[in-house]
């Protein structure tokens, strides 16, 4: 899979689907979804790391825990 980050101006490479329940009030990370979607985005590692939800939504991280353990050594 060779998807770039969607947030403007990045262009590093994406291994994070971010996805939304707007009646729930759930943010999720999860692992890059092997087929694109528009009602997704992809994001690379930092910016996924720096996801903040909307005021009174929660986030749920769902990545692999591998995943997850390189990135807090990055952020270290």
């Known amino acids: 899979m060779s998807r770039r980050c969607a947030r403007p101006g990045c262009g590093q490479p994406a291994d994070t689907t971010l996805s939304y329940d707007y009646a729930q009030r759930l943010v999720w990370l999860d692992d890059l979804h092997l087929d694109k979607s528009p009602a997704n985005h992809d994001l690379c590692r930092r910016h996924a790391d720096r ?5 009174g939504w929660e ?3 769902r990545r692999s825990a591998a ?8 952020a270290s």
């Open 51 to 55: 996801t903040q939800p909307p005021k």
């Open 59 to 61: 986030l749920r991280d």
């Open 67 to 74: 995943q997850t353990a390189v990135a807090l050594t990055f």
